[in-house]
């Protein structure tokens, strides 16, 4: 059963966008989609959380972790054949393991920290919070985003992960990232 929360065997470039709300992954994730001419992997939990707040008014419950991870995986997992030589993830498992921390005070389900752990990607893409925040419906910690950066961050130092930090406007970010990602590529 818990299959569902695993990668399948690819043998494309993984690279994830992970980071605070608000820091410009989705437009990142995009526009390197489009630079190296593959797929990305939407974040499964915005339109989850947005249908649940549309029918229900309710925000994220730690209920709700579990589905988001194997509609992550699931999208990722099925990207992951129409890809390239790179999959682009505008999230993982291990950005979901954060925010059940953040918000749960420490908490996160043993299956989705398993799998948050086992799952593996080539490079990660830290987003600074030098993008102005913008307000929508599910964002709620514009206050808070030095400190959501700072748990990110200490979390891929904590578990080892490979990762550069993004900063300045959308297009010192893209061209940083493609160099660092033109590397990967060319091992």
């Not at 494309?12 to 001419?37: C, I, N």
């Not at 954060?98 to 893409?125: M, R």
């Not at 709620?140 to 700072?150: G, S």
């Not at 406007?169 to 493609?178: F, M, T």
């Amino acid at each position: 059963m818990e299959e569902k929360y695993k990668q399948e065997p690819s043998d494309v470039l993984k690279v994830v966008l992970f980071g605070p709300e608000s820091t410009g992954k989705t437009t990142l994730s995009e526009q390197l989609a489009r630079h190296y001419h593959t797929v990305w992997v939407p974040e499964y939990a915005r339109d989850y959380l947005q249908d649940k707040w549309n029918n229900e008014r309710k925000t994220c419950e730690p209920h709700d972790l579990l589905p988001i991870a194997e509609g992550q995986m699931r999208l990722e997992n099925k990207l992951s054949k129409k890809a390239t030589d790179i999959l682009i993830c505008d999230t993982d498992l291990l950005e979901t393991k954060v925010y059940s921390e953040a918000y749960y005070i420490g908490e996160c389900d043993p299956v989705l920290e398993k799998y948050a752990l086992e799952n593996s990607y080539d490079l990660y893409l830290l987003t600074y919070i030098d993008i102005p925040w913008e307000a929508d419906d599910l964002r709620d910690k514009p206050n808070e985003r030095e400190q959501m950066f700072n748990y990110f961050k200490d979390t891929l130092e904590k578990y080892g992960k490979k990762f550069i930090t993004l900063k300045g406007n959308k297009k010192q970010r893209l061209e940083k990232a493609i160099n660092h990602i033109d590397t990967l590529l060319h091992k």
